[in-house]
Structures are given as structure tokens and as C-alpha cells.
Nanobody, 115 residues
Framework: QVQLLEAGGGRVQPGGSLRLSCDAS??????????MAWYRQAPGKERERVAFIGPSGGTSYAPSVKGRFTISMDNNRNTVYLQMNTLKPEDTAVYYC???????WGQGTQVIVSS
């Protein structure tokens, strides 16, 4: 049963932007008190963590996206966002939302960066 629902993926040209969202309203916990993360998996590669956000709002980013991506949380809507700017072809992947430390994942949303 999918408890996290990602949306916002698509195809964009290099240099473009996308905003991903992760609806956690069906998770039986207050995600604002937990650590939420975004991961991605490119074809033929292992899944890697892109960013996470903690209950106090503290964030952490993979070096490959730092300065280009921003993770945020709307506590009222139980939603986590990933704003992706200055996208590069190497950002092409399926992006997943995760309640860190658990097996709670979404189904993923595809991001393709190509001219």
C-alpha cells in the first residue's frame, strides 16, 4: 500500500526547473516531527539520497545538488517539496519520497532532463 504520493515530475530542458511534491497525508504519523527525504534512482545506478529535512527545519543535500535543489515542508498539508533549479541531464532519474528510517516510500515520479 502506497502511503506517500509523489507528483510533479516531467520532461524539462537543461537549465530548467521542476517542483516535486510528496503528499504524506495518508501516513499514520505526524511527518512534521520526523525526517523526510528525497531519493533518486537513475537507470543502471543505485538509489541515492538527494536531500532530507528534519523536524526543526534543518536540511542536508547531496553535493551534486547543493545550491540547485531546495527541500521544504508544509506542515499544514503534510507535504514535502523538492524545488529543482538549473537542472542537468545527470539529474534524470525516478525521484522517491521516504520517511527516513522506515520502509515507507512512494511510487516515484520520473524526471527527464533533455534537450
Amino acid at each position: 500500500q502506497v502511503q506517500l504520493l509523489e507528483a510533479g515530475g516531467g520532461r524539462v530542458q537543461p537549465g530548467g526547473s521542476l517542483r516535486l511534491s510528496c503528499d504524506a497525508s495518508r501516513v499514520n504519523t505526524d511527518v512534521s516531527s520526523r525526517i523526510m527525504a528525497w531519493y533518486r534512482q537513475a537507470p543502471g545506478k543505485e538509489r541515492e539520497r538527494v536531500a532530507f529535512i528534519g523536524p526543526s527545519g534543518g536540511t542536508s543535500y547531496a553535493p551534486s545538488v547543493k545550491g540547485r535543489f531546495t527541500i521544504s515542508m508544509d506542515n499544514n498539508r503534510n507535504t514535502v517539496y523538492l524545488q529543482m533549479n538549473t537542472l542537468k541531464p545527470e539529474d534524470t532519474a525516478v525521484y522517491y519520497c521516504n520517511l527516513m528510517g522506515t520502509h515507507v516510500w512512494g511510487q516515484g515520479t520520473q524526471v527527464i532532463v533533455s534537450s
